[in-house]
T-cell receptor, first 111, second 114 residues
Framework: SQTIHQWPATLVQPVGSPLSLECTVE??????LYWYRQAAGRGLQLLFY??????ISSEVPQNLSASRPQDRQFILSSKKLLLSDSGFYLC??????????FGPGTRLLVL | AQSVTQLGSHVSVSEGALVLLRCNYS??????LFWYVQYPNQGLQLLLK??????LVKGINGFEAEFKKSETSFHLTKPSAHMSDAAEYFC????????????FGTGTRLLVSP
């Protein structure tokens, strides 16, 4: 069966520091991968998606970036965090049929 | 373009009462529709999906939803609420053509009182 992992689970970072969040999927090949952000009390905002290694599409202009160095690995990064980057970050994967399966999330607090 | 509207950011019910969470969608192509549930500090879990087969879709935990094309709705129901149903619920839409990006509603928090 397929599983999706995210780490770290929780992160507290100072403003201006770098960020790296990792997502890995097991049990499937060539998945579509997604990064979402969920701000407190709000819905899900799609940040990036990827249909293959090295292929990244950005949905929202911001100081975040994403990379997909391996088929089942998706990384969310920032060179300098802003206060507004705080939130709950969710990674998801999908195969055929459009169903997206979500990871457990990373809660980021920028102080 | 596709969109989803969830009426009511909060819905309160008593344990044992009917649960009704509303979702209306907009789509220029035949939609695929989903309901997800999110418990505190967790990811989203798929409750059920509509993909152009039966219009009444049954999901996990006793939930079901009915696709009504004429009303562009996909409301989520459960006959009898349990305390464990307290969570946030998201409706989402995608299409069955091309790359399938999910468009989510803003969510409805279900509160269940004893």
């Amino acid at each position: 069966s397929q599983t999706i992992h995210q780490w770290p689970a929780t992160l507290v970072q100072p403003v201006g520091s770098p960020l790296s969040l990792e997502c890995t999927v097991e049990g499937t090949s060539n998945p579509n991968l997604y990064w979402y952000r969920q701000a407190a009390g709000r819905g899900l905002q799609l940040l990036f998606y990827s249909v293959g290694i090295g292929q990244i599409s950005s949905e929202v202009p911001q100081n975040l970036s994403a990379s997909r160095p391996q088929d089942r690995q998706f990384i969310l990064s920032s060179k300098k965090l802003l206060l507004s980057d705080s939130g709950f970050y969710l990674c998801a994967w999908s195969g055929q049929g459009g169903i997206q399966y979500f990871g457990p999330g990373t809660r980021l607090l920028v102080l | 373009a596709q969109s989803v509207t969830q009426l009511g950011s909060h819905v309160s019910v008593s344990e044992g009462a009917l649960v009704l969470l509303r979702c209306n969608y907009s789509s220029s192509v035949p939609p695929y529709l989903f309901w997800y549930v999110q418990y505190p500090n967790q990811g989203l879990q798929l409750l059920l999906k509509y993909t152009s087969a039966a219009t009444l879709v049954k999901g996990i935990n006793g939930f079901e939803a009915e696709f009504k094309k004429s009303e562009t709705s996909f409301h989520l129901t459960k006959p009898s609420a349990h305390m464990s149903d307290a969570a946030e619920y998201f409706c989402a839409v995608t299409s069955n053509t091309g790359f399938q990006k999910l468009v989510f509603g803003t969510g409805t928090r279900l509160l269940v009182s004893p």
